[in-house]
């Protein structure tokens, strides 16, 4: 079997560069999306407490799912059945699947490696379930995304380097059994480079999936217990790798200042469970600075969560009313937090592209970062928690 290089209907073009950081546009065969770009993620066919017109109406361009979660509910075959994914669940836009990698990580209680691929039990109800490269890759073809990922071994960035080296080999193997095995035309298969915190490690991963010539590269194994400074020092090294002709994924990296450093190195696309996450624990991003909702001092406060942001929370709904909704359990609260939140990354990536468009991202940069306060609570910062995103 020969892989698919070149799918159909999907292309990327770099339109400028401002140092490292690109603006560009991937094209997909349903409809274009501009780099940078944060995905928002809708692990179960469904991004949490919000609907896809809302979606649409706040300009959100892409929605990631996950295989391990969809094969165990409802199942590849019948949403196959149902027309795939996009019309299953009713987003015309483009989707990016995650390939079930990250369950290596997230899961470890749960499953066992082999050179063939991963036998999980079922979080849910201890039923047996064996992802392969090849299974990984056919279960991707059964949901339909635009996107699809190579199946990867990722390992915490906590383990010691012999894991991690097997870990790397072992990905390089499994990406060109997933090339093999990919038998649609219209699916771009991206290769993960993992590596953990070990540039050396990292070189070894990324050469052998450039040359396989995938249609994308992303760089995977971060936001799994390393600090931000090992992360940048390893996003620093590894970037310059990938090809620059292909579109770059930095996966399960979110809060908005480390988008910012991703796209100070070159990263063109993002996904996290924050918005979603934190929007439903009463926590929103704003302009200028992060609001956590159930704080005292906004029980008489008229204004909207972000005078700078035009959003349907914003234009209707006062901090007062949010903090409200929050304290009687209204499932609205959640809701309109998160249709924020999301709003929110939105306008960051769109006001990060046109920085790079107009040779001044470093400004912009600066402006985000000197108006920014990051939460203090790290259950509400991670990314990459729990059953591998299962509440984003």
């Given at each position: ?15 400028a ?9 991937l ?37 990631l ?17 149902m ?31 082999d ?11 201890g ?34 380097r ?5 870990a ?14 990919q ?40 936001s ?30 979110g ?19 924050m918005?979603t ?11 200028e ?25 914003c234009?209707g ?14 499932m609205?609260g ?31 940069r ?24 299962a509440?984003?």
């Amino acid at each position: 079997m020969i892989g698919v290089r070149v799918p159909d209907g999907f292309c990327f073009q770099v339109h400028a560069t401002d140092g490292a950081a690109r603006a560009g546009l991937l094209q997909t065969p349903h409809g274009p999306v501009e780099t940078p770009v944060f995905m928002a993620v809708g692990t179960r066919a469904s991004v949490k407490g919000v609907t896809p017109d809302q979606l649409l109406s706040i300009g959100v361009p892409m929605v990631l799912g996950n295989t391990y979660h969809l094969v165990l509910r409802p199942g590849d075959a019948l949403v196959a059945k149902m027309g795939g994914l996009h019309r299953f669940m009713n987003w015309a836009r483009p989707i990016l699947t995650d390939s079930g990698g990250f369950q290596v990580f997230s899961l470890q209680d749960l499953r066992r490696i082999d050179e063939d691929g991963v036998e999980f039990r079922s979080h849910i109800d201890g039923a047996l379930l064996r992802l392969s490269p090849e299974r990984a890759v056919a279960i991707q073809e059964n949901l339909g995304a635009d996107v699809i990922m190579c199946f990867d071994d990722c390992p915490p960035a906590t383990e010691g380097r012999e894991r991690i080296e097997a870990a790397v080999d072992r990905t390089t193997r499994w990406a060109q059994r997933c090339f093999e095995a990919q038998t649609r035309r219209d699916q771009a298969l991206f290769g993960i480079v993992q590596g953990g915190v070990d540039p050396e490690l990292r070189a070894r991963s990324a050469r052998p999936l450039v040359e396989l010539d995938l249609p994308g590269y992303a760089i995977g194994g971060l936001s799994v217990g390393e600090t931000a400074e090992q992360r940048n020092a390893i996003l620093d090294m590894t970037t310059p790798l990938l090809p620059l002709e292909k579109p770059r994924y930095l996966m399960g990296v979110g809060r908005p200042e480390d988008l910012l450093d991703g796209i100070l190195r070159g990263v063109d696309m993002f996904d996290c469970v924050m918005p979603t996450r934190n929007g439903r624990n009463a926590l929103a991003f704003t302009s200028e600075g992060t609001i956590r909702l159930r704080n005292a001092k906004f029980a008489e406060d008229a204004r909207p969560l972000d005078p700078n942001c035009s959003c349907p929370t914003c234009r209707g709904y006062s901090r007062a009313y949010l903090r409200h909704l929050f304290l009687v359990d209204e499932m609205l609260g959640p809701t309109l937090t998160s249709i924020h939140n999301l709003a929110y990354y939105t306008s960051h990536m769109k006001g990060a592209r046109q920085a790079v468009l107009e040779n001044r991202f470093g400004e912009y940069r600066s402006q985000v970062l000197a108006g920014y306060s990051s939460p203090s609570d790290a259950s509400e910062t991670s990314c990459r928690t729990g059953a591998s995103q299962a509440d984003g």
